[in-house]
């Protein structure tokens, strides 16, 4: 007698076995995070999951936290490497960012300017080949020589202080930022997202090193009794010496850059109150199986408490990922300025404007939000 087989397609086998484990109560994997994000993968992420754009008094071109640097002893000892890293604002992320070590950040602001700046960034950190080639691109200056993998950061700036801004390289620069983005990625940016660049780019231009915070209404001076530089951000401490900035080593760099160009540093417009945002990038990171390691809210939550909407910020949280060592980074007003506040006990504190403080996102969420 003829021995008749029936095979199955693959497909079928598949979902048969899946079905299986499931009956047996067996923990089906959820998709895993890709080692890099496509190019229409990263701008759907980005799209989809914002807000309308919003407003806030002041552009953010540059923290204004000058002892940011304060809590990170603390904060690699809480917090896991390995995992999903969230923000506000700009380039004090990549700082964190740096000692975190993610697989993915998102980074959501109400302002779609700062959208425009991380995308900058994103196309300055793809095209650069170490640190003293991504500042001579940031503030369009020719490479002085002399600068290695060795150098420091303050040497890295004492060098460029000596240089000239051009503008031959600012055009060509910004040219090949919107070319990095628009042709080679083939991100389908708005007219108003082109401007918002070039806005972002020519302040950085303009102002040179010497760029600091500064309100909308043109308040706030930078340096000693101001506002931090940019400077003055790269080339400070921890408050024992200890130099951690994005680019402090060419180790620290070279991470950015790497995760910059595998387009998982995705940003993201959204209010921390709003019905979207926060909640689609806590889909998501569920999905790949991802815990939120850290989340960065500079003051924000100063503002989300005057408006009333604290509550829904809160509530957002819940909907993310979280686990006993997930920790907010948070920072609190000391002094107006970037400089000389008091120091505030059982906090991570200096003598700078703003005090940092960590919390365990769980713990705090599990209070409750009716507070």
């Known amino acids: 007698?003829?021995?008749?087989?029936?095979?199955?397609?693959?497909?079928?086998?598949?979902?048969?076995?899946l079905a299986l484990?499931?009956?047996?109560?067996?923990?089906?994997?959820?998709?895993?995070?890709?080692?890099?994000?496509?190019?229409?993968?990263f701008w759907k992420l980005a799209t989809d999951f914002s807000e309308p754009d919003g407003t806030f008094h002041s552009e953010n071109l540059v923290s204004n936290e000058a002892r940011f640097q304060y809590v990170l002893p603390a904060l690699v000892e809480r917090a896991k490497p390995g995992r999903a890293y969230m923000g506000v604002g700009s380039?004090?992320?990549?700082?964190?960012?740096?000692?975190l070590r993610p697989t993915i950040a998102f980074i959501v602001d109400i302002r779609r300017g700062n959208l425009d700046l991380q995308l900058m960034y994103k196309a300055l950190f793809e095209m650069s080949t170490d640190r003293a080639d991504f500042v001579s691109r940031l503030f369009s200056k020719s490479r002085p020589a002399g600068l290695g993998a060795t150098s420091t950061a303050k040497e890295i700036f004492a060098a460029y202080a000596n240089v000239p801004t051009s503008r031959a390289l600012y055009d060509r620069n910004l040219k090949a930022v919107d070319d990095q983005l628009v042709i080679k990625h083939g991100f389908s940016l708005l007219r108003g997202d082109l401007d918002g660049i070039a806005f972002v780019y020519s302040n950085y231009f303009t102002d040179g090193l010497d760029i600091?915070?500064?309100?909308?209404?043109g308040g706030g001076r930078g340096g000693p009794g101001g506002f931090p530089t940019y400077v003055d951000l790269m080339v400070a401490t921890d408050?024992?010496?200890?130099a951690h900035s994005y680019l402090a080593t060419e180790e620290s760099f070279a991470f950015m850059k790497d995760i910059e160009t595998r387009n998982l540093v995705v940003p993201v417009v959204g209010n921390f109150a709003g019905p979207k945002a926060i909640r689609a990038v806590g889909a998501y990171l569920k999905q790949k199986e991802q815990i939120v390691s850290a989340f960065y809210l500079s003051n924000v939550e100063q503002y989300l408490r005057q408006d009333g909407i604290w509550s829904q910020f809160c509530t957002n949280v819940t909907t993310l990922p979280l686990d006993a060592t997930s920790t907010f980074i948070r920072s609190m007003r000391g002094a107006f300025g970037g400089f000389g506040?008091?120091?505030r006990a059982g906090l991570a504190a200096g003598p700078g404007g703003f005090t940092l403080d960590l919390g365990a996102m769980a713990a705090e969420v599990a209070g409750g939000c009716e507070r």
């Open 21 to 41: 484990l499931a009956g047996l109560g067996v923990r089906v994997a959820a998709e895993k995070l890709p080692l890099r994000l496509t190019n229409p993968e």
């Open 239 to 242: 408050g024992e010496g200890h």
């Open 212 to 217: 600091h915070y500064v309100l909308n209404t």
């Open 1 to 17: 007698m003829t021995e008749r087989r029936f095979l199955l397609p693959a497909s079928l086998l598949a979902a048969a076995l």
């Open 341 to 343: 506040g008091p120091a």
């Open 91 to 99: 380039e004090q992320n990549f700082t964190y960012m740096a000692a």
